[in-house]
């Protein structure tokens, strides 16, 4: 039967094609119905063709080359060079054998796209191959390098998979449609591990797959995949909201025990949880903790890996289309809309989502087409979560780093490598610009600086004053001066015992990492400050040198524990958290259009999950549930 469906679809096509497109071949690939044809004119202006075709069967079609008339690489970099005036400053020219086509990265690349479209129509004409045109980075990446190498040396097979899960999308349904349930897998009643199952008449798609870096044991640390509802032989997808491990830090788990199937997410998600997840799998090996899986199962995973783009429908599965939309928590992150079976159910996840205009970030999507259930975050959730407003918070925190450098001390901040970290440098570049603050070294530690060069190479998900400021007004904050990479322990030593200066370090709850080092070197000096920006967990180091603690034992240089008097100022300030406040999740409840008819919330300490709960009940008169992890909620 299935066959049958995707011969229909491929006849009605053929049957639609005027006779210049030259059709080589129809193909299945993931999500998008794809046309190859022996003349790349039509590749060139394919505009109207595409749009009535996709209008009229509802699937994503896509026009390529056939490969019978691409030109050599060769051959194509010296048209291209030929083709693209020389002020575009082509830096790297690339080839996509599963697109079939040809990656081009310019200073200018408004350039290579030319008036109205016209100079890439013309690499096609003269080459077969379709231009991918992408601005040079300020800062080069080398997890985007390696995620590109990886899909590059592995064309054919990324080609394979492509195929048979686009046969498997485009298939009819099998059963009648009679019911769809959510069942708790990690991160409901508490924060970390977050993963649930969401089973349709047709398919079965996981949302999330974290782990809890705090967690004591595997069965605290990993979701609960053992639920009798899940297998993995049996899943069709994997979505992910964010990048942040405890939303996608157990997903090359799946790949080491055996699942073959995509995961879906933005770009910048992919890049950065492909970072994240090297290094949790890296610190894991040197503390001598090994995972259940390894960078192998990484690898796998970027080459099941399908991108979209925000506002994209894209069909899933026989009865999932998804789309994407901003939750403005991090760079790429996702609320993850699901249109289930012809429109017979609609769930909106919120994953973390902040409903406030960022330095970084636009502020979540409310307004959707339909949404009858919605499965929300409640980390700060509880009545009491009210947090001083984003101008506040940044007042306190330049008074704190004036006084500091003032008193000739350094300023410790232990943050997140993504998210945290850029908005701080944000706020500190432009403090300094404006001589708010003396201008002295912003030291960079950890992974900060490496996911920065993500936030360099994928602007377009960063908000539209940053955007204006890079594009228009030519001042890239992240390339500021001011900004150090710090290389290695030397360098470190130098820094403690220089001139004042500003430290942004990982890890952020100081479980580990450089952030520790510093404070070792700083705490006794009373001239320094340490400053907490974000959530410190139960049982971290951060935690109880925020909670007051004074005489701190710890690891001395020589390996010997000896207690570090802590004379250092000791300072939190809240109001930069990339996650709702108690009031902006209200406000988000209010305002999400339309209003569904249940919501559940995840996400937050038991007490605050119920708390926003029954305060949403009541204020909306809307169903509410608390689900706690195994248990299982029908939507429909
Ligand atoms: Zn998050």
Redesign the pocket.
Known sequence: MASNVLEEIKQKIIKKLPDEVQLANIEFEGPEVVIYTKNPDIVADNGDLIRNLAKELRKRIIIRSDKSVLLPYDETIKKVEEIVPEDAEISNITFDEVTNEVVIEATKPGLVIGKYGVTSREIVRKTGWAPKILRTPPIRSDVIDRIRNTLMHNSKERKKILQTLGARIHQGGKYPNEWTRLTAMGGFKEVGRSCMLLQTPNSRVLLDCGVNVAGQDDKTKFPMLGVPEFSIQDLDAVVVS?A?L??CGFIPYLYHYGYEGPVYCTTATRDLMTLLQMDYIDIAHRENNPLPFNVKHVQKMIKHTITLDYGVVTDISPDIKLTLHNAG??LGSAMCHFHIGDGAHNMLYTG?FKYERSRLLEPATTRFPRVESCVMESTYGGHEDVTPSRNNAEKELMKTIYKTLKRGGKVLVPVFAVGRAQELMIVLEEYMRHGMIDEVPIHLDGMIWEATAVHTARPEYLSKDLRDQIFHMGRNPFISESFNKVQNNAERKQIVEGEPSIILSTSGMMTGGNSVEYFKWLCEDKNNTIVFVGYQSEGSLGRKIQKGHKEIPLEDETGKTRVFNVKMDVKTIEGFS?HSNRRQLMEFAKRLHPRPDKIITCHGDPYKTVDLASSIHRSYKVETKTPLILEATRLQ
Do not use: K, L, P, Q
Request: net charge negative.
């Open positions: 964010h942040h405890d939303h928590h991090i973390d990339g």
